[in-house]
């Protein structure tokens, strides 16, 4: 995989007009494109779409986390707009991911698209031990992420997103096939802004992540297509 394949940026906006335009300066540049929760609650897959056309795979991060048939539901929506990735949440039990898993695959069979990788969100970047405390969880971050990077292994989904502290746990917890979608990196001289956890993008690579979110040091960059060539090339590196 080319180094520029692995980054996909996250477009941490609201606007349909910002987010297709950023889309077409990075073509090229980065292997795909982010879109959150909060820009699809505001555009909807009308909003996908736009991005769409401009021919970038989409990363379209909703975190699902639901009773089974819902979540199966939820997939089963989004799926036929063509996302490369999907996300839900590992803790919303084995059954939960299992039709998620599940009914990604038999839409793309049913109606013939390619099939998205279903990725589980194991603890939140945002999140160290002290916070997993707060909520009742006392096993240490490192210990609750191999755990539920067992489960959704174990579950059939194709992989997961974890911090970059957790790309090793995570591997030796499931199989070299797994996809380890990988926030939290940061270039070198970065802020790490809300991230608890981070690692530059080519140490993250180095651990063995196999796509890398990056948001701000590209989005907010003078040049957002130069700053995107220049971490694929410290990843070359």
């Not at 599940?102 to 160290?128: C, N, Q, R, Y």
């Not at 997993?132 to 240490?140: E, M, Q, R, S, T």
């Not at 755990?147 to 059939?156: E, F, N, P, V, Y």
């Not at 979608?181 to 070198?188: C, D, E, K, L, T």
């Amino acid at each position: 995989m080319k180094p520029s394949d692995r980054i996909f940026c996250a477009l941490d906006t609201t606007e349909t007009a910002s987010a297709v335009a950023l889309a077409r300066k990075l073509q090229g540049t980065v292997g795909g494109v982010k879109l959150g929760l909060e820009f699809f609650c505001a555009n909807g897959a009308d909003g996908f779409k736009a991005v769409a056309e401009t021919g970038m795979p989409i990363f379209l991060d909703l975190k699902f986390h639901d009773i089974p048939n819902t979540v199966a539901g939820a997939i089963r929506a989004v799926a036929p707009l063509g996302p490369k990735i999907l996300t839900i949440h590992t803790q919303g039990g084995p059954e939960m991911m299992r039709r998620a898993a599940e009914t990604a695959a038999e839409d793309a069979e049913k109606h013939g698209h390619d099939k998205p990788w279903v990725a589980g969100v194991t603890i939140l970047t945002s999140m160290d031990d002290d916070d997993l405390k707060a909520i009742g969880v006392n096993d240490p971050v490192a210990d609750q992420v191999a755990r539920l990077a067992a489960l959704a292994h174990k579950s059939g989904l194709d992989g997961m997103v974890c911090s970059p502290r957790e790309i090793a746990l995570a591997r030796a917890a499931t199989s070299t096939d797994f996809k380890l979608v990988v926030p939290g990196i940061r270039p070198a001289g970065s802020a790490a802004g809300d991230q608890k956890r981070v690692m530059t993008p080519s140490d993250a690579v180095s651990a063995g992540a196999d796509v890398l979110v990056i948001g701000r040091p590209i989005t907010q960059a003078d040049d957002p297509a130069e700053a995107a060539r220049s971490i694929a090339a410290s990843i070359n590196s």
